[in-house]
Every structure is written in C-alpha cells, then in structure tokens.
C-alpha cells in the first residue's frame, strides 16, 4: 500500500502485488509500516525509522524517463519539506536533456517565488505549478509546445507571464485565477484558447488576440473584472457561453460584421459587460 494513511478514503481491502509492473509508479515515498504477524499482531514502524532506513532516497528534484520528448521529465519529491525560493532546473541530466516538467511536479509549493527552466523544456505538465501561490516570476522558452491544463492556475502572484510562440493550444483552467496579471498577448500562431483558461484574473488590462485563433472556449476570460478592450479577429468562428461575462468595463471590438453563428447562443458570450462593437478596422 502506498498511502500515509491507512484509514483514510482510498485505503483498499486488497494489497498490490508484483507492484513493480504497474508502469504508473515512478517513485514512492514510505511514511510507515504496518506489519502483521500470522497471529494477527501488529507493529508500526513510525515515521522517524522509516527516514533513517531510506537516507540514501535522493531528495529535491528527480529525474524519469519520458519516451515522447526522449529525454528526462522533472518531478518534486516530498513538496511538503521544500523551503527552497528558488528553483533551477538543469539542462542535462546523467547525460541527455530535460524536456519535460511531470504532471504536479511542483503543485502547491507555495515557498518558491522563482522559477528557472533550461531551453531544452518541451512540455508543462498538468498542474505543474498550480497553486504556487509565491511564485512571482518563471522564464516560458519558444521550445515549450505545450502546456498542460491547470499547470499555473492559483499562481496568485505571477505578475507577468510571456507565453511560448510555439503553443498552439492554450488548455483549459491553465493560467485561471492568476490575479495579478496585468497584461496578456497571446502569441501568433495559437488556435485554441480553451475553457477557463484566464478565468479570474481579474488584474487583467488588455488582452491581445491573434488572427490565427479561431475557437474561445467558455468562461475562458469569465470575471477578468478590470479588462477594458478585446480586438476580436475575424478568424474566430467558435465562441463558447459567458467568454466575456462579468467584466462590466470591458468594451469588445469585433472585425466581424455581426454576431457569428458558431458564436455561442442568446448573446450569452459577453454577458454582464460594457459594449460591444461589430465592424471594428482599426479605425
């Protein structure tokens, strides 16, 4: 069993055997023991034993392999003993690259204020960085393809975030509730900006939309209080319920003549705002 608590809500009648098949586990961290005997007693061995037992257990980052990218992921083991403010992530490790930041590598580290990530990163894992709620700056190379949903929702005070020319996607919740950002330009060449995926920033001016967008998910700048304009190009065919809802300052201008069918229903994609021009040109 690899759970800190054997009374909690995932504990399982039936013990894993032959453990080391399962695929999914890259590494495990042992916080006690129960054992029992054959003639039912029991013996803990508590937390203080099992650390002395397994000092040799690298700490910090660790490294596994990551046959997409062929060449290393990062991950955080142990998050809750981390004081670190800062964090460098190398380029090479025991000889090839780092590519790829794993899936909640550093979910809810809330020490760290600075991230540093080599140019050799390719992908952002899901809730890589969610509620890292200290971290105020990190570097978004153009190797970066993908970033995954959630990866820096609830970074609270991330003040300034200069996304990577080479996403096409931007998923869903990624950048939501991250309340001090001011200023957003979404690179050319990204298609999709997915549900929820500036969901409450609500420190957010302006947003700059390329041409080459063409689906806005729902909700996906819902309660961005302070926008005060969005450029809608006419590249966009698909917008999902309530996209611009509840910003009451916000004035949308669209290139587009009038309201697009793909647009949503009953005008719900811009409710609670101030305007909406149709028509825009730059003029």
Not at 67 to 82: A, H, L, M, Q, T
Not at 94 to 108: G, L, R
Not at 114 to 130: D, M, Q, R, V, Y
Request: net charge negative.
């Amino acid at each position: 069993m690899l759970y800190d608590n054997w009374e909690d809500e995932y504990s399982v009648d039936t013990y894993w055997e032959n453990c080391y098949y399962n695929s999914d586990i890259k590494y495990f961290v042992l916080k006690n023991i129960r054992i029992v005997y054959m003639d039912n007693t029991e013996e803990n061995i508590g937390k203080d034993y099992v650390d002395y037992a397994f000092t040799d257990i690298p700490q910090g980052l660790v490294y596994t392999w990551n046959d997409e990218y062929n060449g290393y992921e990062v991950n955080y083991r142990i998050k809750s003993d981390c004081t670190s403010k800062q964090i460098s992530i190398p380029e090479i490790y025991n000889n090839e690259k780092v590519v790829s930041i794993a899936n909640k590598a550093f979910y809810e580290i809330n020490t760290i204020e600075k991230i540093i990530l080599p140019h050799t990163i390719k992908s952002i894992g899901e809730f890589a960085f969610n509620e890292c709620t200290n971290l105020v700056s990190i570097n978004l190379s153009d190797s970066v393809k993908e970033i995954g949903s959630y990866a820096f929702s609830g970074c609270t005070k991330l003040n300034n975030i200069e996304l990577p020319s080479n996403i096409k996607i931007i998923e869903t919740g990624s950048f939501s509730h991250c309340t001090s950002l001011v200023n957003l330009v979404i690179p050319y060449g990204v298609t999709d900006i997915n549900e929820h995926a500036f969901f409450g920033c609500d420190s957010l001016i302006t947003v700059t939309i390329p041409n080459t967008v063409v689906s806005i998910g729902e909700m996906s700048f819902c309660h961005c209080t302070n926008l005060e304009y969005v450029i809608i190009p006419h590249s966009v065919v698909n917008m999902g319920m309530n996209v611009f809802s509840s910003s009451p300052n916000l004035t949308i201008y669209c290139e587009a003549s009038s309201e697009p069918t793909g647009w949503g229903s009953w005008s719900s994609w811009y409710y609670d705002i101030g305007k909406v021009i149709w028509g825009y040109t730059g003029d």
